[in-house]
């Protein structure tokens, strides 16, 4: 069973930040990469941010230079900060985990940006 438990969404005014966590436990067996992925009401869900097990990252277009992921000492965990937040922004985020055996997702965080 694995479980990923995220943290950090909520309700903010445009220009604001938040910082988004995501831990993962359970029989993880080997991480290649993580990410974070939004759906706003009525769309597709896309991909915001994205981190190998190197270290290699790669960010939508629309958040380049506002968001930024990184992976925490466990290498469990992974973060997004995100900064100069905008009403396109609001969305559900979720944590997703590459791991050797599987993906998995979390259950998603609430974003919303107020103008």
């Known amino acids: 069973q694995v479980q990923l438990v995220e943290s950090g969404g909520g309700l903010v005014q445009a220009g604001g930040s938040l910082r988004l966590s995501c831990a993962a436990s359970?029989?993880?067996?080997?991480?290649?990469?993580m990410g974070w992925y939004r759906q706003a009401p009525g769309k597709q869900r896309e991909l915001v941010a994205h981190i190998t097990s190197g270290g290699n990252t790669n960010y939508a277009d629309s958040v380049k230079g506002r968001f930024t992921i990184s992976r925490g000492g466990a290498k469990n965990t992974v973060y997004l900060q995100m900064n100069s937040l905008k009403p396109e922004d609001t969305a559900v985020y979720y944590c997703k985990v590459d791991d050797v055996v599987r993906d998995y997702w979390g259950q998603g965080t609430q974003v919303t940006v107020s103008s």
């Open positions: 359970g029989r993880i067996f080997n991480i290649n990469a």
